[in-house]
């Protein structure tokens, strides 16, 4: 009897012990689940927050993009056209006089990226593609943004500097918004000026803008990416500076269009608008207004020209003085 009775002392022992590790087992494997529901909430809300910031992000680089196409246009009128001294008159002559005078520089927002780093250890799988194409946007598209916006803040300040040591009327033109006889033949025909639009050109247009111009079609990869993973608004389509891409804003654009040696067509699948160039590969074209937008195609500034019915007529692209207008032929 006592023998039976150890023998059962000890089974019940072990059952004992055996619930009491399964308990510790559950016990552990509840407090694993809820830190990494912890951590993937973390995750989720860094994810947010990037969203949120590729969206400002995403806006205030369409308006920069504008500005520098407008002083791209600038700058060839004032290098291959003799502009006279009434063309310097009015409002229109400070408008000249301005070119190649002001920075517009993105400041990328990472506040979420480096909340996602912080927690990049617990990054789940399904997140590590999207990963990738965010170090790429705020490691090397903000690198190089940040990088090349050095030399051109400090070619536009030295040229500054340069009229306010050297030249009477600077604070005329500055300040009073008025250009002397003498300003008008600085803006006119002094080399300087014109040295000074081409490096302008060369860092901030060519070289900024390009890295802007990436920037842009990375950040739209990703934000529609996040957009769909996490089935957020889309806030960017939604502002008043941006146009969502559907068939009706953008029936306008589609299209061929020609001019004596080469052919572009405009067209759209799955509410996504392509641009071809000659015989070269479809790319994503990427609105940055009603009638303005960019493709992977090239650094270019692109414009679709519209009639007062809405009508497309052309598609013009420059940078610097390559200058090109297409007609639409069908």
Not at 36 to 60: G, T, V
Not at 105 to 128: T, V
Not at 169 to 177: E, K, P
Request: charged share 25%; proline share 1%.
């Amino acid at each position: 009897m006592e023998k039976n009775e150890t023998g059962k002392y000890i089974k019940y022992a072990i059952g004992e012990i055996i619930l009491v590790v399964i308990g510790i087992l559950i016990a552990l494997s509840i407090n694993n689940w809820n830190e990494n529901r912890k951590q993937d909430a973390k995750i989720i809300e860094a994810l947010k927050e990037i969203h949120r910031d590729l969206s400002e992000d995403i806006i205030e680089s369409n308006g920069l993009i504008r500005n520098y196409s407008q002083e791209d246009s600038l700058i060839n009128i004032i290098m291959l056209k003799k502009l006279s001294t009434e063309d310097f008159k009015g409002n229109q002559g400070l408008i000249y006089a301005l070119t190649a005078s002001r920075y517009y520089d993105l400041k990328i927002s990472d506040n979420g990226y480096e909340i996602l780093m912080a927690n990049s250890d617990n990054i789940a799988k399904k997140y590590q593609p999207l990963l990738r194409s965010l170090k790429n946007i705020y490691i090397n598209d903000k690198g190089n943004l940040d990088q090349t916006k050095i030399h051109a803040k400090d070619e536009i300040l030295n040229y500054l500097s340069h009229l306010m040591q050297n030249k009477k009327w600077y604070s005329d033109f500055l300040y009073n918004n008025k250009l002397t006889p003498d300003a008008i033949d600085f803006f006119r025909n002094d080399p300087y000026f014109k040295n000074h639009m081409t490096q302008f050109y060369v860092l901030s247009i060519r070289n900024y803008c390009r890295h802007l111009h990436q920037f842009r079609i990375d950040a739209e990869e990703s934000y529609q990416e996040l957009t769909n993973i996490l089935q957020l608004e889309d806030v960017v389509a939604s502002d008043s500076t941006y146009y969502s891409i559907n068939v009706k804003d953008y029936e306008h654009f589609l299209g061929t269009y020609e001019d004596s040696t080469n052919t572009v067509i405009i067209s759209m699948k799955s509410d996504e608008l392509f641009y071809q160039w000659n015989d070269l590969l479809k790319v994503k074209l990427i609105p940055i207004s009603k009638n303005s937008f960019i493709t992977q195609f090239g650094h270019h500034f692109n414009k679709i020209v519209i009639d007062s019915s809405g009508h497309a007529l052309s598609h013009d692209f420059h940078l610097g003085n390559r200058q090109v207008s297409m007609k639409k032929t069908d």
